[in-house]
């Protein structure tokens, strides 16, 4: 041990209004680089949602059906934005796993003994895994590109899709950042988060038209539901057939899905950036 | 003014009613006076890491108040956050990433730059002789090398208040001396230091004073000296070949002792603090022999925590069995394969 430990402190930057940036985009590569130690882990997280497109699409695709859109590839243009969504809201439970395992391996304590921003830590956790699901989400659409997916309405409405979506996924993982601080395990994190989001995504138009769920309080809860909004959007936006053709009606927030799924989105994050913060700042462990 | 001070801790766990309440601090002072180092001496369960949890800003204490250089911890906490450094009792490292890339991410989250926080790193990891380990995920690091990369991350900004929470706990004999080294080097230029730890023998050689802590109370405090004169220096530990004759032998072995001999009936063991050393070792042995009292073991042994705590509170430690231990344990035999 050198003298030279002991000097005077090193000056520590004063924060600035970038300074939380810059500690969330420190944090961010942290978890990025796990991502590259452990490839894996990103072979694992991409394989499951391609058995997903394939499954549905090969093993369902015959069996259910979709008003107004016939032909092989019909089902698996409904389809699609469905998968999409049910995977991106997974973001939750890989948020709630990380934060879990940080929790147990005392690195969240570390972290708050520096003095840096509350929300850096969380804001780099949400960004890593929102990159990680962009990743899965272009492996996801390439694999729908070649199974006979299609977008038909033109770029500017893609793009609008896609920001819908990846807005979707940013909400989801917070919440499951509040999750992931209440927990103490990360086989708890994990568990819960199969518990609430199977249910979350299945309660909705992403696999069979809602028209088609019964009873009709069924139908109400999956019309009302996120997902279903987000859903309904993406097949709005892309051009993909919504199982709604030749249906008198549709329930007013599928009528209005993109906003609806707009709102949903905004609102998650209003209520549980601000919460999973305050648990950030009493978490022990 | 003291660089650490706590004044009536307390800091309450549970108390709903599934959980029975815990005190874990119970009204704790403290005072660490600028460049000295406290041992924080307790059982497990003492209330060791939440005093320390407390004083790093990371637990809001139910009542009383704390302050470092001067900031109080509750209303201060960012201004102390800077001036201190925390290894925690589990080591906190990034088993991913590698060795320098967990020095550099604490470095820039000190702000500290790109290049300067590189530097900083190099340098800690030839301190800490883990500039061959580096570039290899910690992950693979042994519980020796994990614990030095940890120390190695409080120290980045060369914080002039720094808090270990048993730093060599679950540690070979070998890599705790070292460890030893590299802490009593840390104080030597005006570092204030808080360290706890379940070993008299650690507080004794690294701190200017002690604390015992037990059920969240402070039960003694003074300079290792201070303590061994109150507690009695070294133990004399005789174990009689003949069950018949242990209550003669104590009484016998009593007298040359400085306190009162304690006799543990089922082992045949006799346990007295004594002062003299080796000299009275002869002599205890010479008058056993005298009286044709025949014995199977002797050893004279430097007073351990038990000892305090029999000397202190009058029964042995109870301490809670140790949460992490297992998964120390497992690390040993890796540094030890080393
Ligand atoms: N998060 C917690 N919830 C409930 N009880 C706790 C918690 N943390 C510590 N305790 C209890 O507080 C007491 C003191 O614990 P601790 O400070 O960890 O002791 P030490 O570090 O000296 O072993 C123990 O009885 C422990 O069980
Ligand atoms: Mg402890």
Same mark, same amino acid.
């Given at each position: 041990?050198?003298?030279?430990?002991?000097?005077?402190?090193?000056?520590?930057?004063?924060?600035?209004?970038?300074?939380?940036?810059?500690?969330?985009?420190?944090?961010?590569?942290?978890?990025?680089?796990?991502?590259?130690r452990?490839?894996?882990?990103?072979?694992f997280?991409?394989?499951?949602?391609?058995?997903?497109?394939?499954?549905?699409?090969?093993?369902f695709?015959?069996?259910?059906?979709?008003?107004?859109?016939?032909?092989?590839?019909?089902?698996?243009?409904?389809?699609?934005?469905?998968?999409?969504?049910?995977?991106?809201?997974?973001?939750?439970?890989?948020?709630?796993?990380?934060?879990?395992?940080?929790?147990?391996?005392?690195?969240?304590?570390? &972290?708050?003994?520096?003095?840096? #921003?509350?929300?850096? /830590?969380? +804001?780099?956790?949400?960004?890593?895994? !929102? *990159? $990680? @699901?962009?990743?899965?989400?272009?492996?996801?659409?390439?694999?729908?590109?070649?199974?006979?997916?299609?977008?038909?309405?033109?770029?500017?409405?893609?793009?609008?899709?896609?920001?819908?979506?990846?807005?979707?996924?940013?909400?989801?993982?917070?919440?499951?950042?509040?999750?992931?601080?209440?927990?103490?395990?990360?086989?708890?994190?994990?568990?819960?988060?199969?518990?609430?989001? &199977?249910?979350?995504?299945?309660? #909705?138009?992403?696999? /069979?038209? +809602?028209?088609?769920?019964?009873?009709? !309080? *069924? $139908? @109400?809860?999956?019309?009302?539901?996120?997902?279903?909004?987000?859903?309904?959007?993406?097949?709005?936006?892309?051009?993909?057939?919504?199982?709604?053709?030749?249906?008198?009606?549709?329930?007013?927030?599928?009528?209005?899905?993109?906003?609806v799924s707009?709102?949903?989105?905004?609102?998650?994050?209003?209520?549980?950036?601000?919460?999973?913060?305050?648990?950030?700042?009493?978490?022990?462990? | 003014?003291?660089?650490?001070?706590?004044?009536?801790?307390?800091?309450?766990?549970?108390?709903?009613?599934?959980?029975?309440?815990?005190?874990?601090?119970?009204?704790v002072?403290?005072?660490?006076p600028?460049?000295?180092?406290?041992?924080?001496?307790?059982?497990?369960?003492?209330?060791?890491?939440t005093?320390?949890?407390?004083?790093?800003?990371?637990?809001?204490?139910?009542?009383?108040?704390?302050?470092?250089?001067?900031?109080?911890?509750v209303?201060?906490?960012?201004?102390?956050?800077?001036?201190?450094?925390?290894?925690?009792?589990?080591?906190?490292?990034?088993?991913?990433?590698?060795?320098?890339?967990?020095?550099?991410?604490?470095?820039?989250?000190?702000?500290?730059?790109?290049?300067?926080?590189?530097?900083?790193?190099?340098?800690?990891?030839?301190?800490?002789?883990?500039t061959?380990?580096?570039?290899?995920?910690?992950?693979?690091?042994?519980?020796?090398?994990r614990?030095?990369?940890?120390?190695?991350?409080?120290?980045?900004?060369?914080?002039?208040?720094?808090?270990?929470?048993?730093?060599?706990?679950?540690?070979?004999?070998?890599?705790?001396i070292?460890?030893?080294?590299?802490?009593?080097?840390?104080?030597?230029?005006?570092?204030?230091?808080?360290?706890?730890t379940?070993?008299?023998?650690?507080?004794?050689?690294?701190?200017?004073s002690?604390?015992?802590?037990?059920?969240?109370?402070?039960?003694?405090?003074?300079?290792?000296?201070?303590?061994?004169?109150?507690?009695?220096?070294?133990?004399?530990?005789?174990?009689?070949?003949?069950?018949?004759?242990?209550?003669?032998?104590?009484?016998?072995?009593?007298?040359?002792?400085?306190?009162?001999?304690?006799?543990?009936?089922?082992?045949?063991?006799?346990?007295?603090?004594?002062?003299?050393?080796?000299?009275?070792?002869?002599?205890?042995?010479?008058?056993?022999?005298?009286?044709?009292?025949?014995?199977?073991?002797?050893?004279?042994?430097?007073?351990?925590?038990?000892?305090?705590?029999?000397?202190?509170?009058?029964?042995?430690?109870?301490?809670?069995?140790?949460?992490?231990?297992?998964?120390e344990?497992?690390?040993?035999?890796?540094?030890?394969?080393?």
């Amino acid at each position: 041990m050198s003298s030279d430990t002991l000097a005077p402190p090193v000056p520590v930057g004063s924060g600035g209004p970038l300074t939380v940036l810059h500690d969330a985009w420190v944090v961010t590569l942290r978890n990025l680089r796990r991502m590259t130690r452990m490839p894996e882990m990103v072979v694992f997280s991409s394989i499951q949602p391609i058995m997903f497109v394939l499954l549905f699409a090969f093993v369902f695709g015959g069996a259910i059906p979709v008003p107004g859109a016939e032909g092989k590839t019909a089902y698996r243009e409904f389809l699609l934005p469905g998968i999409f969504v049910q995977t991106l809201a997974f973001t939750a439970a890989t948020t709630s796993v990380g934060l879990a395992d940080d929790l147990h391996k005392g690195l969240i304590d570390r &972290f708050r003994s520096l003095p840096i #921003s509350r929300s850096a /830590v969380l +804001a780099g956790r949400t960004t890593a895994d !929102w *990159l $990680q @699901n962009l990743f899965v989400l272009v492996v996801m659409a390439v694999c729908g590109l070649i199974v006979g997916w299609r977008i038909n309405d033109g770029v500017l409405k893609a793009v609008a899709g896609f920001f819908l979506l990846m807005l979707f996924a940013y909400a989801m993982s917070w919440i499951g950042a509040v999750v992931g601080l209440s927990v103490r395990t990360v086989e708890t994190a994990n568990t819960i988060g199969f518990i609430w989001i &199977f249910p979350l995504t299945f309660l #909705s138009n992403a696999f /069979v038209p +809602a028209r088609t769920l019964s009873p009709q !309080w *069924l $139908q @109400n809860v999956a019309d009302w539901n996120p997902v279903s909004a987000t859903v309904q959007a993406l097949r709005h936006l892309w051009g993909n057939p919504d199982g709604y053709a030749g249906a008198a009606k549709m329930p007013w927030p599928i009528e209005h899905a993109t906003w609806v799924s707009l709102f949903w989105s905004v609102l998650i994050l209003a209520v549980f950036i601000p919460l999973s913060v305050r648990k950030y700042r009493s978490v022990s462990t | 003014m003291a660089a650490i001070e706590a004044e009536g801790l307390v800091k309450i766990y549970g108390g709903n009613k599934k959980a029975k309440e815990v005190r874990a601090l119970d009204g704790v002072d403290l005072a660490v006076p600028e460049g000295t180092i406290l041992g924080l001496l307790g059982p497990n369960g003492a209330g060791k890491t939440t005093a320390v949890r407390v004083l790093t800003t990371l637990l809001r204490p139910d009542a009383g108040r704390a302050s470092v250089l001067g900031l109080d911890v509750v209303r201060k906490p960012t201004q102390v956050r800077r001036l201190i450094g925390l290894s925690g009792q589990y080591a906190a490292v990034d088993e991913n990433l590698t060795g320098r890339e967990n020095l550099v991410m604490v470095g820039r989250l000190y702000h500290m730059g790109k290049e300067a926080s590189a530097k900083r790193a190099a340098e800690l990891l030839e301190e800490f002789t883990l500039t061959d380990a580096a570039d290899r995920p910690s992950k693979t690091y042994s519980g020796g090398m994990r614990r030095r990369l940890d120390l190695a991350a409080a120290l980045v900004v060369k914080p002039p208040v720094i808090f270990l929470d048993e730093p060599t706990t679950g540690l070979d004999p070998r890599t705790r001396i070292a460890m030893w080294d590299v802490i009593a080097g840390l104080v030597k230029g005006g570092t204030t230091l808080l360290l706890t730890t379940q070993y008299l023998e650690e507080a004794d050689r690294l701190a200017d004073s002690i604390a015992v802590v037990d059920h969240g109370k402070v039960i003694a405090r003074g300079t290792a000296d201070e303590l061994k004169a109150q507690i009695g220096g070294e133990r004399l530990q005789i174990v009689v070949s003949d069950r018949t004759r242990l209550s003669e032998a104590a009484e016998l072995l009593g007298r040359m002792g400085t306190g009162e001999a304690r006799v543990q009936d089922q082992n045949r063991e006799i346990l007295v603090p004594v002062s003299g050393g080796a000299q009275l070792l002869v002599s205890a042995i010479r008058e056993l022999d005298a009286v044709g009292i025949a014995i199977d073991d002797v050893a004279l042994r430097r007073p351990t925590l038990d000892d305090v705590f029999l000397q202190l509170t009058g029964r042995a430690v109870e301490g809670e069995p140790e949460p992490g231990a297992e998964p120390e344990a497992e690390m040993e035999p890796q540094e030890a394969a080393r």
